[in-house]
């Protein structure tokens, strides 16, 4: 059985930091791309960033980046977000998701192609 668990959410002030994990099993975890997306409240889901197993760095989307980092380690079949000067429109749920193709995840968004997490929130006010 396949399962995406992330954890780290919260209630943050903006400025601060936070970092998210993302527990994978029940699949090869270490020949999948992962992804984190978020969903605003009342908005719709975005990408965030996403670390390709195809090497290259890792890319982030134009809000996030500079700010947000995505990391891998295959050995524990997990993966982080590490969320530095959150602001508050970061508030959002936030997913974790693996695909053998991410671009076709990303492209095919509403599809939620691939393997998802239920979801954690972070909310960034003071």
């Known amino acids: 059985e396949v399962q995406m668990a992330e954890s780290g959410g919260g209630l943050v002030q903006p400025g601060r930091s936070l970092r998210l994990s993302c527990a994978a099993s029940?699949?090869?975890?270490?020949?999948?791309?992962v992804t984190w997306f978020r969903q605003p409240p009342g908005g719709s889901l975005q990408w965030v960033a996403s670390?390709?197993?195809?090497?290259?760095?890792?890319t982030y989307s134009d809000r996030v980046k500079d700010r947000f980092t995505i990391s891998r380690d295959n050995d524990n079949n997990i993966f982080y977000l590490q969320m530095n000067k959150l602001k508050k429109w970061d508030t959002a749920t936030y997913y974790c998701?693996?695909?053998?193709?991410?671009?076709?995840?990303?492209?095919?968004?509403?599809?939620?192609?691939?393997?998802w997490g239920q979801g954690t929130q972070v909310t960034v006010s003071s």
């Open positions: 670390n390709s197993v195809r090497g290259g760095r890792p």
């Open positions: 029940g699949f090869p975890f270490s020949t999948y791309d």
């Open positions: 998701a693996a695909a053998t193709d991410m671009y076709a995840q990303i492209r095919r968004l509403t599809e939620r192609l691939g393997y």
